[in-house]
């Protein structure tokens, strides 16, 4: 059975900082490219940050969180990572984690991330 369960998502003030976690099973995770998306209220789901598979050496970032987060594997432990810093009330979403292949595309439950003072 194929899970992604985010978590480490809450309420932060403007400037604080956030780490995600993303824990997959179910599936070869090494394999896949692992996406952290996010959605705000009204708006359409957008890309965060990608990281490719096996050793993660490759990394793109939204234009609008470079500089702030980073995205990290550990392969060991199947999980991925979003590091938020800076954060800025445009950062208020639910974010999603999505584990990807040429013919697989799994996504998580979302976690909430408001940033607010």
């Known amino acids: 059975q194929v899970q992604l369960v985010e978590s480490g998502g809450g309420l932060v003030q403007p400037g604080g900082s956030l780490r995600l976690s993303c824990a997959a099973s179910?599936?070869?995770?090494?394999?896949?490219?692992m996406t952290w998306y996010r959605q705000a209220a009204g708006k359409e789901r957008e890309l965060v940050a990608r990281i490719t598979s096996s050793t993660g050496s490759n990394t793109n970032y939204a234009d609008s969180v470079k500089g702030r987060f980073t995205i990290s594997r550990d392969n060991a432990k199947n999980t991925v990572y979003l590091q938020m810093n800076s954060l800025k009330p445009e950062d208020t979403a639910v974010y999603y984690c999505?584990?990807?292949?040429?013919?697989?595309?799994?996504w998580g439950q979302g976690t909430q991330v408001t940033v607010s003072s």
């Open positions: 179910g599936f070869t995770f090494s394999r896949y490219v």
């Open positions: 999505n584990a990807q292949t040429l013919k697989y595309n799994y």
